[in-house]
């Protein structure tokens, strides 16, 4: 059973920077590792991917260009490293895995989830 454990998020300013963390343990090498959010009255949506052992990523259109996912594999830890924020940006940032190595993957269907840490955007 794979755990996974977010840490990172707070209020920041509009064009502040923010680093979002996810620990992971029960499982992190052929994994690959995703990013999805919620906004308050909204549905959860993609935010980026991680393939293993990290050299394929994916992003949604809203984010490219100013946010960036990695991973090092030592840590078992995955980031979302976030610049430019927006107050858009605001919501419940949630961790996610999936066995296998293509980003993609977690992208289709989760197999695990973090219980989220909250990104606020203040303008």
């Known amino acids: 059973q794979v755990q996974l454990v977010e840490s990172g998020g707070g209020l920041v300013q509009a064009g502040g920077p923010l680093r979002l963390s996810c620990a992971a343990s029960?499982?992190?090498?052929?994994?690959?590792m995703g990013w999805f959010r919620q906004a308050p009255g909204k549905e959860c949506e993609f935010v980026a991917a991680?393939?293993?052992?990290?050299?394929?990523?994916s992003y949604t259109d809203s984010v490219k260009g100013r946010f960036t996912i990695s991973r090092d594999n030592a840590k078992n830890t995955v980031y979302l490293q976030m610049e430019s924020l927006k107050p858009e940006d605001t919501a419940l940032y949630y961790c996610?895995?999936?066995?296998?190595?293509?980003?993609?993957?977690?992208?289709?269907?989760?197999?695990?989830w973090g219980q989220g840490t909250q990104v606020t955007v203040s303008s």
């Open positions: 996610a895995a999936r066995k296998g190595p293509f980003a993609r993957a977690v992208v289709v269907g989760p197999n695990y």
């Open positions: 029960g499982g992190f090498s052929n994994y690959a």
């Open positions: 991680i393939g293993w052992p990290g050299s394929s990523t």
